[in-house]
C-alpha cells in the first residue's frame, strides 16, 4: 500500500487526502501532512486523522511519494534539504506553472517527478486533471499516479507540450463555467425572475446539461441540434450568440490561459 507525505495542506492536499479515505485504498496512518507557519496543516490531521509531521524529515521518511501541494511561487524558496530527502522517492507536484524539468532542480536525485493540474472539481470528487511525467514511469509509479489521482475524479496523462492547453480547458475552464452560469441567471433576472429562482434554473440547468453530455456521449454540437426547433426561442437565443462571436470568445479566452500558463512556465 502506498504511503504519501503532503507538503502543504491547502484545499488541494485536503481533497486528495478526502478523496484517498473515502475511497478505501490508504488508512490515515498511511498519510502525512506538513505546512507552512498557519494551522492547516494541523487542521488537516486533527480532521482526519492523518499524521502532522514536525519537520520535512519527519515528513519523508516512511513515505515512498511526495506530494507537492505548496503554492507556487514558494518553490523558488523551498528548503534545499529536499534535494536529500527525496533521494529515490516519488514526487507529484500539483503547481501550476511548474514543469517536471524545473521540479527537477528541487528534486534532483528523484525516482520520478509527475506534474499534474487538478481542477477545483476534485473538492467533491468530480476532477478532470491531466497530467505528465518527465520521464516514462514504471507500472508501480503509475500506479501510485492513479491511486492519488483517481481521488479527486478522473484523470488523463497528456504529452507535457500540450499541458498549458489541457490545464486551460480543465484547470482554468470551471471559472469559465461559472461565468457562464452567472450570466444565465443575469439573462433570468433580466427578464423578470426573481433572483434565487433564477440562480436555481441556472445551476441546475448547467448541471443537467453537463450530466446529459457526459452520459450520452453524443456531441454537444448534436445534443444543441436536438433541442432548437425551426423559429423557436433556443433558435432565436443561439443567433444571437453566433452574432456576438460566443464561440470565437471562448475560443479566445481558453488561449488567453494558455498563454498565460507559458508565461508562468518561462518565469519559473
Partial sequence: MPKFAFLGAGNMASAMVDGLLAQGTVSPSDL??????????????????????????????????????????????????????????????????????RLAQTFPQARALVWAMPNTPARIGAGMTPWCSLAPLTPPDRATVDTLLAALGRAIEIDEALMDTAAAVSASGPAFLFEFA????????????????????????????????ARTGTDPEELRRQVTSPKGMTLAGLNRMEARDFRGTLRETVLAAKARSEEMSKDS
Avoid: H, M, N
Fill in 182 to 213: 452567472a450570466a444565465l441567471r443575469d439573462g433570468g433576472v433580466a427578464g423578470g425572475l426573481p433572483p434565487e429562482t433564477a440562480k436555481t434554473l441556472a445551476v441546475e440547468t448547467v448541471l443537467g446539461a453537463a450530466r446529459l453530455l
Fill in 32 to 101: 502525512s501532512c506538513l505546512g507552512g507557519s498557519g494551522q492547516t496543516a494541523a487542521t488537516l490531521a486533527r480532521r482526519t486523522g492523518i499524521t502532522l509531521a514536525a519537520s520535512l524529515a519527519g515528513l519523508t521518511a516512511s513515505a515512498d511519494t511526495l506530494v507537492v501541494a505548496f503554492k507556487p511561487q514558494q518553490l523558488a524558496g523551498a528548503d534545499p534539504q529536499l534535494a536529500a530527502l527525496t533521494v529515490g522517492k516519488l514526487v507529484i507536484s500539483v503547481l501550476a506553472g511548474k514543469r517536471p524539468a
